[in-house]
């Protein structure tokens, strides 16, 4: 059995975006509900956090240094001193925001966004590159994930109400048609990381666990964990095989907390496979 622990024992509301900064040896996550960025560092097991505001989804290395933040209709530079600037507006119904994202190997940002109410599928996948934005085909209520293989030309995403993981071809800019890889019926698929070998790991929002897929969505390895709603999984540490796990409280009751009182923790445990190098995102 997995041994899985608590890196971080904490109350994140909405914990989500972890992601490695390898150069720093730094986990950095936010917190959506309380409008936080955290930076986590295993080798001390200090905990910082800074409050922004706003609605704070994913947060990603800048190769201009400092961290790309995404957050509600927009998209963030916050530098090293925790200064925050705007860089791009994103054109979207004002009821939507950004979700989850990922960086692909020539530094281009892919994210989600989605309704913030969860009824309208009025979320997409948007990339930006080259200082411009371009709007996907994809639509979907809330979506999740993103995810990149290994060789770049295949992007999956969850549409987390729907309960399926898709996976698109890429092309550049380009995403084709989405077509379905994975179906899920106890839990909703959130946030997706692939590993160096494009195996696909799916945090289960409602399932208590995390798992895994390969690259021909066979399942090859569940864990569970001490709540129910884990977001995403980062692949990390000096090898890049510790999982880190953000998780949520949001929506659960005095009842279903006092039966899961690490909700919203940040937990880890150690995987076969090393994640891939997170990228810059380059403008």
């Known amino acids: 059995m ?19 900064f390898a150069t720093e040896a730094e986990l950095h996550f936010v ?7 955290h930076l986590f560092k295993p080798a001390t097991g200090k905990l910082t956090t800074a409050s922004i505001g706003g609605k704070p989804s994913f947060v990603l290395p800048f190769a201009g240094g400092g961290r790309i933040v995404g957050s509600r209709h927009e998209l963030l530079l916050v530098d ?30 892919w994210f989600g966004t989605m309704d913030d109410g969860e009824e309208q599928p009025s979320g997409t ?14 639509s979907a209520v809330v979506t999740n994930g993103p995810a990149i293989s290994p060789d770049g030309r295949t992007l999956y995403y969850a549409d987390s109400q729907q309960g399926v993981v898709y996976r698109c071809a890429m092309d550049g800019v380009s995403l084709a048609d989405p077509q379905p890889f994975l179906a899920i019926d106890d839990g909703f698929p959130d946030g997706l990381v692939a590993d160096e070998q494009g195996n ?11 798992r895994l897929y390969s690259p021909a969505g066979r399942h090859l390895r569940t864990v569970e964990l001490p709540c129910a709603r884990p977001t995403k ?3 990390g540490g000096p090898a890049r095989r510790t999982a880190y ?16 009182p690490l909700a919203g923790s940040l937990f880890r445990f150690e995987v076969d496979v090393p994640g891939q190098i997170v990228r810059d995102v380059v403008l």
Request: glycine fraction near 10%.
């Open 31 to 37: 917190d959506i509900a309380k409008g936080q960025l």
């Open 125 to 138: 996948i948007w990339c930006l590159a080259g200082g411009q934005l371009t709007r996907s085909s994809v």
């Open 245 to 260: 796990v953000t998780s949520a409280r949001t929506g659960l009751d005095e009842a279903k907390l006092s039966r899961q």
């Open 2 to 20: 997995t041994e899985v622990e608590a890196a971080c024992s904490m109350r994140c509301e909405l914990g989500e975006g972890p992601a490695w």
């Open 233 to 235: 999984v980062a692949l």
């Open 200 to 210: 696909i790991w799916v945090a289960l929002w409602d399932g208590w666990c995390v």
């Open 80 to 109: 090293a001193s925790g200064y925050v600037q705007p860089l791009a507006n994103i054109p979207q119904p004002s009821g939507n925001r950004t979700n989850d994202a990922t960086v692909d190997a020539a530094g281009r940002l």
